[in-house]
């Protein structure tokens, strides 16, 4: 079994910066992806950024330019960094571990981010 715990969220105005950490413990397989997603208050949960353990990323188009993902694979930590943020960032993030051969998807509590404008 795996557990997920995330760490950062909280309260920030429009143009504030926060950062994800996402810790994982446990029986972890490799290869995996580690990433976050967020879900809004009556939305569905989406994918904000990914990183693969070889360190290849990807984002949603909405926070291209504003959040940076990146992993300490020797830690089997991952981070979020948010700059910029806007209302609309609003939501609960989730920290995520997909294990490439075993197929199996892991979560985290979720953690609260909320900005005011």
């Known amino acids: 079994q795996v557990q997920l715990v995330e760490s950062g969220g909280g309260l920030v105005q429009a143009g504030d910066s926060l950062r994800l950490s996402c810790a994982a413990s446990?029986?972890?397989?490799?290869?995996?992806?580690m990433g976050w997603y967020r879900q809004a208050p009556g939305k569905q949960r989406v994918l904000v950024a990914s990183m693969t353990i070889g360190g290849y990323s990807s984002y949603a188009d909405a926070v291209k330019g504003r959040f940076t993902i990146s992993r300490d694979n020797a830690k089997n930590t991952v981070y979020l960094q948010m700059n910029n943020l806007k209302p609309e960032d609003t939501a609960v993030y989730y920290c995520n571990m997909f294990t490439t051969i075993t197929k199996v998807n892991y979560w985290g509590q979720g953690t609260q981010v909320t900005v005011s404008s």
């Open positions: 446990g029986s972890i397989a490799r290869p995996n992806i």
